[in-house]
């Protein structure tokens, strides 16, 4: 990730401080990087705008949360695997399954928080990895570190789709 040219100027001047960076009233959109050979440095721990309804459109499970996994999630190096661990936790193509992979598991590298908590997406590990807002929980992850956002090594999902898994978990998180 290019940092932008602003922060790596404040970087050099040694005002980088790790923490939500303020510019001319704006906070800088960077979000978190565990990533040890990251400079960037920054967690930007993400609330929805007060202006974000949960609860409309009513969201499916099946309809519109299973299809951003298969398109984002279900590959067999990430979370689609049918042997193994699916790196902590399993997002393939079997909804039943999948639903019953996050909804109050507890993440492995947070056990104080679950996957998905029906009814509230802040308080949702998924949802925090999605958002890459994870990074504010480091110091209660296993190791110091809840590693990095998802999708793995890219750009996050764009707004509307995170907006869909968050209204599916505000929702009730139902498995229809």
Do not use: F
């Given at each position: 990730m290019k940092m932008p040219s602003f922060l790596a100027g404040v970087r050099r001047l040694g005002v980088f401080a790790g923490a939500a960076l303020v510019v001319t009233g704006a906070v800088a959109s960077a979000a978190c990087s565990s990533d040890p050979t990251s400079n960037i440095g920054l967690c930007s721990d993400y609330t929805p705008p007060a202006t974000f309804d949960a609860t409309t459109p009513a969201v499916s499970f099946s309809k519109d949360v299973m299809p951003i996994f298969k398109q984002s999630c279900a590959f067999s190096t990430c979370h689609g695997s049918n042997v193994g661990d699916a790196n902590g936790v399993y997002l393939g193509d079997d909804a039943p399954r999948v639903h019953a992979a996050v909804l109050g598991v507890v993440a492995s590298e947070l056990p104080s928080m679950a996957f998905v908590v029906a009814g509230d997406p802040r308080a949702?590990?998924?949802?925090?990895?999605?958002?890459?807002?994870?990074?504010?929980?480091?110091?209660?992850?296993?190791?110091?570190?809840?590693?990095?956002?998802?999708?793995?090594?890219?750009?996050?999902?764009?707004?509307?789709?995170?907006?869909?898994?968050?209204?599916?978990?505000?929702?009730?998180?139902?498995?229809?």
């Open positions: 949702s590990y998924l949802m925090r990895k999605m958002d890459g807002s994870q990074c504010a929980l480091d110091a209660q992850c296993q190791g110091g570190s809840c590693q990095m956002s998802m999708p793995r090594g890219e750009d996050p999902l764009p707004l509307e789709t995170r907006d869909v898994v968050r209204r599916w978990i505000a929702q009730g998180a139902k498995n229809d």
